[in-house]
């Protein structure tokens, strides 16, 4: 089992900047990739962006591309989530994800609660 734990979130006014971060523990070697979703009240979870943990691609929901940049640092097994220029409609409880399997992603973190005031 991989563990997961999220910091970082927080409340910042439209236009600001605020960093994820998730580390992880246990059977880290597992992991395939690790990536980032969000739900915000009354609506699905839906994701955000991945990275591959060995080659370091990189994919992104479309919503926030150019705003948001995912990175990995594998020697502290963490995975970073870098938000620029948010808007009110990135208000969310994030959730960092990581799979050993390309596409499926078996071990979640408790999320972290991003509000964006306009």
């Known amino acids: 089992q991989v563990q997961l734990v999220e910091s970082g979130g927080g409340l910042v006014q439209a236009g600001g900047s605020l960093r994820l971060s998730c580390a992880a523990s246990?059977?880290?070697?597992?992991?395939?990739?690790m990536g980032w979703f969000r739900q915000a009240p009354g609506k699905a979870r839906e994701f955000v962006a991945a990275i591959s943990w060995r080659g370091g691609s990189t994919n992104y929901a479309d919503s926030v591309k150019g705003r948001f940049t995912i990175s990995r640092d594998n020697a502290k097994n963490t995975v970073y989530l870098q938000m620029t220029s948010l808007k009110p409609e990135d208000t969310a409880v994030y959730y960092c994800a990581s799979g050993s399997h390309p596409g499926v992603y078996d071990s979640w973190g408790q999320g972290t609660q991003v509000t964006v005031s306009s």
């Open positions: 246990g059977r880290t070697f597992s992991i395939s990739a």
